[in-house]
């Protein structure tokens, strides 16, 4: 016998997008039950955690989850730059404290959270409209029904792929990282490393905690490339390559291994009572494949949306709609620019980077920040395209804008 329950609105999957949703929905009045399949919220770690104070200030995340981050350095083969700054305007998340503070914020406004529930099938009324999920819990069969189902399943997309929606993403990135304690670090410097030996299509990183923890990844682009992550980040750390030199002795604490969408915004991401939001729906800055900001700004959008939907008794796709103009209106145009820089990064040679790190080292760090997060405001752009005292620097801007 399955156990059948029967809420306003199902959230399935328990990270940054869902919790969010989940909230937002209950504090506009609805009952929500929010499915996760982990045996806890953030059991497994799949991000760097990298995002910005503004965005955390604007969430309300709290102090004591995340570490400041003041100056960013960027190494290729033979070039090293450093762009400093007096104040922190990034951030590295303890991931799980931050998506633990998510979910119990959603708890707190009444979500009833399903943990160790995975969600394997969807039921559809006679016009093939989703009216419910199904899965297994921790007691067996479980059902849900609901009049809106946001699928917050992240990278994996649960329901929208069970639906017949979508397909598997094509173009994505796949990280390896693992959290270590080490004997030096700077704790306000996050490092970027860039070349073919670090990584033939993305990067790596090493992003610092504090208290002499950092992460240190790689990424890699797929289909691009198809370098394993892991085995790379073995090899870089075996080697002790650039800058993990200077961490001294690495004492490993935590693997993480994740994937993220990279085929732009190519999804719908409304159907009649169903939305898509986060990785699920592919909202992720391309360049720096950060998603974070996105899931929790555009989860709290699907939720309310669907609140207002559900009390106004219409949960149809032109109901829903309002949550798709609205992140399209904040970042499509961003993500495609940002889109355009990403091709140009994935071409670079070692050499190409060695001169690239002298472009990027022309800005100011608060152009640095925008460039990175993909802010890339119009009226910004003209006047870095148009004023910038450095001709290289006015290209980069320039194929931001699409001139060439
Ligand atoms: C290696 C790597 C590094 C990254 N670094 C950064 C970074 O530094 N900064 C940044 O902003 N972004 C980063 N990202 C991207 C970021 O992690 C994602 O954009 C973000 O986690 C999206 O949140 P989400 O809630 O949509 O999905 P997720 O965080 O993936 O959450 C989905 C949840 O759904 C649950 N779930 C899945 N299927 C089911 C099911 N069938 N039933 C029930 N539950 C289910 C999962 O267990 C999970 O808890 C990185 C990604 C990777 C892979």
Redesign the pocket.
């Known amino acids: 016998m399955s156990e059948e329950n029967q809420y306003d609105l199902v959230v ?9 949703a989940a909230w937002a929905a209950a504090k506009n009045g609805i009952k929500v039950a929010l ?4 045996g806890s ?4 770690v ?6 910005w104070i503004q965005s955390i200030k604007e969430f309300g995340i709290p102090e004591n989850c995340y570490n400041p981050i003041k100056n960013f350095t960027f190494c290729s083969p033979n070039n090293e730059i450093t762009i400093k700054d007096s104040v922190p305007r990034a951030a ?2 303890d ?1 799980r404290k931050t ?1 633990r503070w998510l979910a119990r914020e959603a708890e707190n406004a009444g979500v009833d959270i399903f943990i160790k ?4 099938g969807v039921i559809k009324n006679d016009n093939g409209d989703i009216i419910g999920v199904s ?1 297994v819990g921790p007691k067996g069969e479980i059902t849900f029904h609901s009049k809106i189902i946001i699928d ?5 997309s ?2 929208c792929k069970t639906m017949g929606f979508v397909t598997q993403w094509e173009r994505f ?5 693992w959290e270590v304690k080490v004997e030096n670090v700077d704790s306000e410097t996050w490092w970027l490393m860039v070349g073919k030996q670090y990584s033939p299509a993305g990067y790596a ?1 090493i ?1 610092p905690l504090g208290n002499n923890m950092v992460r240190i ?1 790689v ?1 890699v682009g797929k289909p691009e490339s198809d370098v394993d ?1 892991t085995q790379r980040l073995k090899e870089i750390m075996d080697a002790k390559l650039g800058p993990i030199k200077k961490l001294g002795r690495i004492t490993p604490i935590e693997f ?5 969408p990279n085929d732009g915004l190519s999804r719908k991401t409304v159907f009649n009572n169903l939305i898509l ?5 592919g ?3 391309p360049l ?8 929790i700004k555009y ?1 709290r959008v699907a939720g309310k949306v669907s609140a207002d939907a559900i009390k106004s008794g219409n949960t149809n796709r032109d109901a829903l709609l309002p949550y798709e103009n609205n992140w399209k209106k904040d970042i499509e145009s961003k993500i495609k620019s940002a889109g355009k820089v990403q091709d140009r990064w994935i071409g670079l040679s070692d050499e190409d980077w060695d001169k690239e790190l002298d472009i990027i080292s022309e800005l100011k760090s608060e152009e640095f920040i925008d460039f990175i997060k993909a802010e890339f405001g119009l009226s910004n752009m003209i006047k870095l395209a148009t004023h910038h005292p450095k001709l290289a620097v006015r290209q980069l801007f320039n194929l931001v804008k699409g001139k060439n």
């Open positions: 399935v999957g328990g990270g940054p997008a869902g919790s969010s499915i996760e399949k982990e919220i953030a059991e497994t799949r991000t760097s955690g990298v995002t590295v998340l991931v998506y529930t995975s969600i394997n899965g917050a399943s992240g990278f994996s649960t329901i990135g796949a990280g390896a990282e990183w992003f990844g990424g992550p993480h291994y994740g994937l993220i939001v986060g990785d699920s729906a909202q992720a800055n720096v494949l950060e998603g974070i900001r996105y899931a989860g």
